[in-house]
Each structure stands twice: as structure tokens, then as C-alpha cells.
């Protein structure tokens, strides 16, 4: 009963909205800002440049923030190449990051597998493969974007015990457990929707506030990379 008059006061129109757009618009802000102030500080770098910009898109996609467009068939392939850019640029920070060099080696068939990947549903967004949304796709899909993430971890953890300077680990200690902080996040807003029954109060609270959990989890990812790329410098 607790449960249901919070779930009834926190889903009411008056504060829904307010609630779930301001989590979105904070977890891009948090993103835009971090992005702006390493391209600030190291506009010479196009390694810096690029992390920046993976902030960005990763943004667009992961929020829902040009689905409203998708309503026009002729914007919806256009919306769906800017967010496949999105994950692309996002696997790739992990195969790159901080020294832009794909290390260890067998992270360039990763790379080639992700892009091809990622710019096929870009292509056809409404096919079943498609990740135009990660929250909404099959289990076999789930399990291709976490393996590309635990793909994306295990290169980092090889890169930091074998090949990465004392400067570049003190970058990437805390990036790694940011990101495996959002990672995981993801896996436990995705999985739960699975033993959830249709119908009762659990499952409407999943329904509303499942995705806006995850940017909460998530929103420690943006400072924690500021924070590394810019104290510690790349």
C-alpha cells in the first residue's frame, strides 16, 4: 500500500513530467558540460576532440532526445544514422581511450565488428536488431551491446596492467569504475523487466521510472571523465 501511494504521488501529471525530464536534462547537461570543457582546455588534440564528442552522442542516443522525430518516416532514418554515430563513437572510447590506439590489438575486429553492426540497424532502424532504443530490444540484443561493453572493459583493464604509463593510470582508474558503475547500471534496469509480471503495481513502477534510474546511475560517468581528462590531463 506504501508502495502504491508513492508510486501514485511520484506518477501524477503535476510531477511525472518534471521529474523524468529533469533527470534527462540533467544527465545530458552533465555530458554537454564535461564535453565542452575538454575541447575547451585541449582543442589541439584530436584525441580530446573526439572524447568530447563522444559525450555528445552518446547523449542523443541513450536519451530519448530525437525520437520525437522518428514520427516522420522521412526524419527516421536521418534520426537513426546521428544515434547509430552515437554507440559507435561510445564503443569506441573504450577501445581507445585515453591514448587513442587500439590496444590491446584484437580491439580493431571489435571495432569492425561495431561499426558494421551499428550502421546496419542505422540503416534500417525498424529491423528487430535494431538499438535506435536500448530499452526496449530482445534479450539477444542485450547481450550483444553488454558483451560490446564488457568487451570494451576487459581491453581497458589489458590497456592498465600492460600498457599504460603511471599518468595514464591514474586517468583511467576512475573511468573504468565510472563506466562499469553505468554498465552495470544499464544490466540491472534491462533485466528486471524480464521477471516483472505484466500488470500490478511493480510493473507500472518499472514502466515509469526504470530508464530514468538508469541516467541516474549513470550521471557519475560525466564527472568522473572530466574530472580524469582534466585533472590528470591526457
Same mark, same amino acid.
Given at each position: 500500500?506504501?508502495?502504491?501511494?508513492?508510486?501514485?504521488?511520484?506518477?501524477?501529471?503535476?510531477?511525472?513530467?518534471?521529474?523524468? =525530464?529533469?533527470?534527462?536534462?540533467?544527465?545530458?547537461?552533465?555530458?554537454?558540460?564535461? +564535453?565542452?570543457?575538454?575541447?575547451?582546455?585541449?582543442?589541439? %588534440?584530436?584525441?580530446?576532440?573526439?572524447?568530447?564528442?563522444?559525450?555528445?552522442?552518446?547523449?542523443?542516443?541513450?536519451?530519448? =532526445?530525437? %525520437?520525437?522525430?522518428?514520427?516522420?518516416?522521412?526524419?527516421?532514418?536521418?534520426?537513426?544514422?546521428?544515434?547509430?554515430?552515437?554507440?559507435?563513437?561510445?564503443?569506441?572510447?573504450?577501445?581507445?581511450?585515453?591514448?587513442?590506439?587500439?590496444?590491446?590489438?584484437?580491439?580493431?575486429?571489435?571495432?569492425?565488428?561495431?561499426?558494421?553492426?551499428?550502421?546496419?540497424?542505422?540503416?534500417?532502424? %525498424?529491423?528487430?536488431?535494431?538499438?535506435?532504443?536500448? &530499452? %526496449?530490444?530482445? &534479450?539477444?540484443?542485450?547481450?550483444?551491446?553488454?558483451?560490446?561493453?564488457?568487451?570494451?572493459?576487459?581491453?581497458?583493464?589489458?590497456?592498465?596492467?600492460?600498457?599504460?604509463?603511471?599518468?595514464?593510470?591514474?586517468?583511467?582508474?576512475?573511468?573504468?569504475?565510472?563506466? =562499469?558503475?553505468?554498465?552495470?547500471?544499464?544490466?540491472?534496469?534491462?533485466?528486471?523487466?524480464?521477471?516483472?509480471?505484466?500488470?500490478?503495481?511493480?510493473?507500472?513502477?518499472?514502466?515509469? &521510472? +526504470?530508464?530514468?534510474? &538508469?541516467?541516474?546511475?549513470?550521471?557519475?560517468?560525466?564527472?568522473?571523465?572530466?574530472?580524469?581528462?582534466?585533472?590528470?590531463?591526457?
Amino acid at each position: 500500500r506504501a508502495l502504491g501511494g508513492l508510486l501514485e504521488a511520484a506518477s501524477s501529471p503535476d510531477i511525472y513530467p518534471l521529474l523524468v =525530464t529533469g533527470l534527462e536534462v540533467s544527465f545530458v547537461v552533465a555530458l554537454l558540460v564535461v +564535453s565542452l570543457a575538454i575541447a575547451w582546455a585541449t582543442a589541439g %588534440d584530436w584525441r580530446n576532440l573526439f572524447f568530447s564528442a563522444v559525450f555528445i552522442t552518446y547523449a542523443v542516443w541513450v536519451t530519448p =532526445t530525437l %525520437d520525437a522525430l522518428t514520427g516522420d518516416p522521412a526524419l527516421n532514418h536521418l534520426v537513426s544514422m546521428v544515434q547509430a554515430v552515437g554507440l559507435i563513437f561510445a564503443i569506441h572510447f573504450f577501445l581507445l581511450f585515453p591514448d587513442g590506439r587500439f590496444t590491446p590489438r584484437w580491439t580493431r575486429v571489435s571495432s569492425v565488428f561495431w561499426i558494421a553492426y551499428t550502421l546496419a540497424w542505422g540503416i534500417s532502424p %525498424d529491423a528487430w536488431f535494431s538499438l535506435q532504443d536500448p &530499452f %526496449d530490444v530482445p &534479450f539477444v540484443i542485450f547481450a550483444t551491446l553488454m558483451f560490446g561493453w564488457v568487451t570494451g572493459l576487459v581491453a581497458q583493464a589489458a590497456r592498465y596492467r600492460s600498457d599504460s604509463t603511471p599518468q595514464q593510470r591514474r586517468q583511467t582508474r576512475w573511468v573504468i569504475l565510472a563506466i =562499469t558503475g553505468a554498465v552495470a547500471g544499464y544490466g540491472a534496469v534491462y533485466l528486471p523487466g524480464m521477471f516483472i509480471a505484466e500488470g500490478g503495481v511493480g510493473r507500472v513502477a518499472y514502466e515509469l &521510472f +526504470s530508464v530514468p534510474v &538508469f541516467w541516474l546511475l549513470a550521471m557519475p560517468m560525466a564527472f568522473a571523465l572530466g574530472i580524469s581528462m582534466l585533472r590528470h590531463q591526457l
